[in-house]
């Protein structure tokens, strides 16, 4: 049974019917409706691939290898995530912190990218307003961006915990684990992205 700190006491987390603690029930929950909400933005890049009338189009201003780049960054990430869950598990919380870091920077990184990437398109004449294509390519991308950022905050807020006494620990490392889900659910759906719209898109934009 898992544990949790309220005022100073740690109080017990019951298990469901499923045999999982609540709070991971509610994330699996949480992570479906993600995949599709990213599903109903996928098919519709999809759908108008390939019908812009004006340019900028897809083969004219996507940068595969500075992309690639960012794409390993983003996985490479994952990585860390992994060590760092492993190590509170262990109860390593300094080394806990390391992995954490270094899977936040890696985020802060990507997005680094993902700024330098969307200046770039806006300087070449590619907005939002451009065409379709410019459309539906800030707005997925966008909000991936966006969940990239709720989760670098989400680790930077776990590493800062982990410095007060009992709330980041070998015993309630689910919040740890929890986190852990999120990051690779944003990892899994930017290589989704990364292969339609950059991999197959260039050829079909």
């Known amino acids: 049974?898992?544990?949790t700190w309220v005022g100073g006491h740690q109080v017990p987390h019951p298990e469901t019917a499923t045999g999982l603690d609540h709070r991971k029930v509610l994330m699996w929950v949480f992570l479906g409706s993600e995949c599709m909400f990213f599903g109903s933005l996928i098919a519709t890049y999809l759908v108008y691939a390939g019908r812009s009338v004006v340019g900028p189009f897809p083969k004219e201003i996507l940068d595969i290898p500075v992309t690639s780049v960012s794409t390993f960054v983003l996985l490479t990430s994952s990585l860390m995530m992994?060590?760092?869950?492993?190590?509170?598990?262990?109860?390593?919380?300094?080394?806990?912190?390391?992995?954490?870091?270094a899977t936040a920077l890696m985020g802060a990184t990507f997005l680094g990218f993902q700024v330098f990437e969307f200046n770039h398109f806006v300087h070449q004449g590619l907005t939002p307003r451009t065409n379709l294509f410019g459309t539906t390519f800030f707005t997925l991308t966008g909000f991936h961006g966006a969940h990239v950022t709720v989760g670098v905050v989400w680790l930077l807020s776990l590493v800062g915990l982990s410095f007060r006494k009992g709330h980041v620990t070998q015993e309630n490392s689910l919040k740890v684990e929890l986190a852990g889900l999120y990051w690779h659910f944003v990892d899994i759906v930017w290589i989704v992205i990364f292969t339609l719209v950059y991999?197959?898109?260039?050829?079909?934009g």
């Open 199 to 204: 991999l197959i898109g260039v050829t079909t």
């Open 1 to 3: 049974m898992q544990q």
């Open 82 to 101: 992994v060590l760092a869950l492993a190590a509170i598990s262990r109860g390593d919380v300094r080394g806990f912190r390391v992995w954490l870091l």
